[in-house]
């Protein structure tokens, strides 16, 4: 039976397909590949640093790019939004089709269509051209993200060994955002723009063929896809996010503005309600029963608002007021991606130690203090006196405060739910990163007519608030992890 068919109920424990025998003749004419959690492992967290980066490694290129392509300055947030509202919103109908066709091939296939797109954006001569592009790009990420994790699932089954897979997963998750600023700001620099889309070429045709190679296929689940659900989540967070963009350029009294927040607010209603009354669900809403898992998913969707989507703000401002080259804009966000990187390494020994709580507290709180450092910024600060410590600290709060949540997330969920909850852990970030730039944005537009003569430092700092703001709310979230006994 092909890979791509529904299953009976009756399962092997191989491969998810019947026990009969024109089975067991695919199942020799196709074995299972042999086990190689080592390469298995590269595979997956090469793509997954590929998918996260795409979300920020246009940042450094902005300025470029809205001068290459002629994006007006409220325009430009599409280029990132473009990418993250399709991603996040096509992610749980992502973790369904990868049930119904199975996770290798949806996850190769993703792969692949993420790649395709790369060089149709690469090559785009045009503003539309490019959003077009990174529309598919969040299309190919959406049916590789979900299946990544069930696939890492699946290959680990020792718990401890999980644990220490699922919290690299996360930290490559987390370093990818950092990451993309530096790698977009090198290749800007010394090629063009283009080339942030490029570079994702040869990494993702390496991967869309080592993939069916070497990745165990996960079992597969009977259910069905819930088309309804995924239209009414991606376009009701996609009319929010064009109404508060709007909001920048021309206020809060225009029909343009109001009627989408309306509408998209109305159409995520009915999304919940579907999904509270669907058999097979997209977000099964039990997944929030626990409340450690729930908290972990609040603080998921606020802390990439609060943290990833300074970024948008900071780059411009590094480049448009500190006259940063692409490069030494990337560079400089270093510390932060380094440390980062390096807390997500240590969480397999500090989490069972303490547990969420004290990490995540601690975390969020280092993050808010980051960014109220940042606040601080001028039309004449210096890197080290004014960046430098912010950025220290922001990156050990980032790596404290979000690496421990998807272990908390993954570890707790059964194996049949665990392509929804990876799905949508992921949903909620690169929803939360697409909310939190179209709100700041739309308060740094507020800032901008407000003070016209200082705009650009104006509205930067006040979107840096904003954003202080969302992280002592991730503070607040933190406050509700039950304590975890030894």
């Not at 959690?37 to 590269?42: E, I, N, Q, R, T």
């Not at 299309?139 to 699946?154: C, E, K, R, T």
């Not at 490559?172 to 290749?187: D, E, K, N, T």
């Not at 994702?200 to 088309?227: I, M």
């Amino acid at each position: 039976m092909s890979e791509g068919t529904l299953q009976h109920p009756t399962l092997s424990a191989a491969d998810g397909a019947p026990a009969d025998a024109r089975t067991r003749i695919d199942a020799r004419s196709r074995p299972e590949p042999r086990s190689r959690p080592g390469l298995s492992l590269a595979i997956i967290l090469t793509c997954q640093l590929m998918l996260m980066v795409d979300a920020t490694v246009m940042n450094v290129a902005l300025p470029r790019i809205e001068t290459g392509l002629h994006f007006s300055q409220s325009s430009l947030a599409w280029v990132l939004d473009a990418y993250t509202l399709t991603f996040g919103g096509l992610l749980l109908l992502g973790g369904r089709l990868g049930d119904l066709f199975g996770r290798r091939r949806l996850f190769t296939g993703g792969i692949v269509l993420f790649t395709l797109a790369s060089l149709a954006g690469g090559l785009s001569t045009t503003s539309s051209e490019l959003l077009i592009a990174r529309v598919i790009q969040g299309v190919g990420a959406a049916a590789a993200g979900p299946s990544a994790i069930a696939l890492l699932n699946s290959t680990f089954t020792d718990p401890k060994a999980r644990v220490k897979a699922l919290s690299l997963f996360a930290g490559m998750s987390s370093a990818g955002f950092a990451i993309g600023l530096i790698l977009g700001g090198v290749l800007t620099e010394a090629a063009s723009w283009r080339w942030v889309l490029f570079i994702n070429v040869p990494f993702g045709l390496v991967a869309s063929v080592l993939a069916p190679r070497f990745l165990k296929q996960p079992p597969r689940h009977e259910t069905k896809l819930d088309v309804g659900g995924a239209v009414s989540a991606t376009l009701g967070v996609g009319s929010l996010v064009y109404g508060l963009i709007h909001a920048a350029s021309s206020g809060w009294g225009t029909p343009l503005t109001i009627a989408p927040i309306v509408i998209g607010l109305a159409l995520i209603g009915t999304f919940i309600m579907l999904q509270a009354s669907a058999q097979h669900p997209l977000l099964p809403l039990h997944l929030f029963k626990d409340r450690n898992r729930a908290a972990a998913y609040a603080n998921y969707l606020l802390g990439p608002a609060a943290g990833f989507s300074s970024f948008f703000f900071l780059t411009q401002y590094l480049q448009d007021v500190l006259h940063y080259s692409p490069v030494r804009t990337g560079l400089a966000f270093l510390p932060m991606s380094v440390l980062i990187f390096t807390m997500s390494r240590l969480i397999p020994r500090l989490l069972p130690r303490f547990g969420p709580k004290p990490m995540t507290i601690t975390g969020t709180v280092l993050l808010t203090a980051g960014l109220i450092g940042f606040t601080r910024i001028g039309e004449h600060s210096s890197y080290v006196g004014t960046l430098l410590w912010p950025m220290i600290v922001m990156g050990l709060g980032m790596g404290l405060a979000f690496s421990p949540l998807m272990v908390v997330i993954m570890s707790s969920v059964k194996p049949q739910d665990a392509g929804a909850a990876g799905g949508t852990m992921q949903t909620v970030q690169q929803t939360g990163v697409s909310l939190g730039i179209a709100v700041l944005v739309t308060v740094a537009g507020s800032a901008a007519r407000s003070h016209p003569a200082t705009a650009i430092i104006s509205s930067t700092q006040a979107a840096l608030v904003g954003s202080a703001i969302i992280a002592a709310c991730t503070v607040l979230v933190s406050l509700t992890f039950r304590k975890v006994t030894r």
